[in-house]
């Protein structure tokens, strides 16, 4: 028996797989219980959104971006914004710039707490996952008692936002974050010093400095290895110049990293929407009516939960874009997972490709 | 990473990239309120695309998305009427065809030529590379250079009829080997393309429905 053990197999994981939320199929070669070579095959949610995109106005647009991704759904009308505003020349009103920073930050600390919650499912210590979920739970509660939605927050309009707070919604948002703050904290210090958690992430898929670099990965994924690279200060949008976050990069690059980034950037964008709160201009959220777009071409950039959010946008004459594409966080990241995986243990497979935090809905478009 | 000066903010960084170019660069830049620089880069000769990459390689810019589309011909209506303006007033002129209209670099703009632009970050900055390829036409692959080009290059081979040559792994990305190649350049039945069947008998109901609503 121990014999066979030893010989080389090749093992499919995927693309329906219990551990796996959505579909990817990895043909994994494994030499007993270790990974020696993976290869991943995509594809089983391409829907063809780019070519759709040039079929719609660019206000429909706007509406067709956010449905791209639903744990990123404010960052994809967002950039996409940005790109028609720099064509058309268009200037945000500051109250609006400010509100667009409020929903991208508010998202932030439930996505990476979505994340982080599957971290302890797979882990197996089911009372953590329910915790961090009922956490996150109070910041889905304030989506909707903000934007009307837990998920889709439909708070982007060409030239600014599409929503605006009064002082009683500003009220219950501080209030919010108040109950929020120590809970996240709480669950920091657990994922910091819970064993359970530690004997499954700590030296489990990393990813050196040098592979992140090769292969271009952003976000979360890239700060746990020790690259220093985040949008909003590297090429700041809306107001981050003036709400700077701040990065904190790991040089472990293993699944714990990854989570404990995710946990201090929720914590981070907590900070920033007290600032952005508290600083909060009056006047215009949005631009009404927008003029037409003359021909001309643009990019944007964002940091969207996952990391770098990158918009390609060319306008003819026609109200439809002439070409529509993007670039999401998730892309770069898979190729990394060549090098996580790779003599990694297949008990460990789950938890790998969960700390890319993956979205293989807007990876495949 | 951060601590490097963009190159592209570099009073050098045009004549550099000219120097390295044997054709005419087209170069157009815009700085935004925050100082982030995108700058555009339109290379008459796709083969000044190789040495290109390679300084961005070398000074440790990213690519970060490759883009394909093919550009619509140029608006013809109005071209026809300024046909007919001319022919209004000097009707010697009569039968001279007008030209394709030709991109920067002479690729034809016939509705079939692919436009490729290669988006690199620079630090903060963002330096986007375009070149024009005619129909099933070929680029050298970058993926040499740039790992992250292998998946962009891969799945533009699959949706458009040209070909990065020197790939070192040309699979199909998203879609399957049984699905033709080129499908955006075709036109598909929306029935067709959604795998969508209904049976006999639905088509049965619907033609007898139609026929009762005639009559």
Known sequence: MSASLSES?????????????????????????????????????????????????????????????????????????????????????????????????????????????????????????????????????????????????????????????????????????????????????TYKTNGSIQRRTREVGVLRTDDAEACGVVGPVARASGLHHDIREAAPYHVYDRL??????????????????????????????????????????????????????????????????????????????ERLKWRVPSFPNWDALTFMLNGAKVADIAIIVNSIDPCISCTER | MTDLPSMI??????????????????????????????????????????????????????????????????????EDEEEDEETEGEEENETAPPAPALTFGGTSMDGTSYEIIYHFAVQGDIVNLIVHVPQSGSLPSLTPLFRTADWPEREIMELYGMVFSGHPNPRRLFLDKSIDPAVLERLIPFSTLANAASTQELWSKVTAAAKAGES
């Open chain 1, 244 to 321: 700077p976050p701040e990065v904190l990069v790991l040089e472990e690059g293993d699944v714990w990293s990854r989570a404990l980034i995710r946990l201090h950037e929720a914590l981070d964008a907590i900070r920033i929407l007290r600032a952005a709160l508290k600083d909060l201009p009056d006047g215009p959220v949005n631009l009404g009516e927008i003029p037409e777009i003359p021909p001309g071409r643009a990019v944007s950039r964002s940091e969207a939960p996952r990391g770098e959010l990158l918009y390609y946008l060319k306008t003819g004459e026609t109200e439809e874009p």
């Open chain 2, 9 to 78: 903010r570099s009073p050098n960084f045009v004549t550099d990239l000219r120097a390295l170019a044997t054709r005419d660069l087209a170069i157009d830049s815009a700085t935004d309120a925050h100082g982030v620089t995108v700058l555009w880069c339109e290379l008459a000769n796709s083969e000044d695309l190789v040495p290109l990459a390679t300084l961005f390689r070398n000074q440790k810019a990213r690519l970060v998305m490759v883009t394909a589309s093919q550009p619509p011909k140029p608006d013809e209506e109005e």
């Open chain 1, 9 to 189: 197999f090749t093992i499919p994981v995927g693309p329906l797989h219990v551990a796996l939320e959505e579909p990817m199929y990895f043909r994994v070669d494994v030499e007993g219980e270790t990974i020696t070579g993976v290869d991943i095959n995509a594809g089983h949610v391409h829907r063809g959104i780019e070519y759709l995109a040039t079929k719609r106005s660019l206000a429909q647009n706007v509406v067709l971006t956010e449905r791209i991704c639903s744990l990123c759904s404010n960052s994809h009308p967002e950039s996409f914004a940005l790109a028609v505003e720099t064509i058309g020349g268009l200037k945000v009103p500051e109250r609006g710039a400010y509100l667009r920073v409020i929903a991208g930050e508010l998202k932030r600390v439930a996505s990476n707490l979505f994340n982080v919650a599957i971290l302890a499912h797979l882990v197996g210590y089911e009372a953590l996952f329910m915790h961090v979920m009922q956490v996150r739970e109070d910041a889905q509660d304030l989506k909707e008692a903000v934007f009307g939605n837990r998920m889709n927050l439909g708070a982007i309009c060409i030239g600014g936002t599409r929503y605006d707070l009064d002082g009683e919604t500003t009220d219950i948002f501080v209030a919010s974050l108040d109950r929020l703050e120590p809970k996240i904290r709480e669950i920091l210090s």
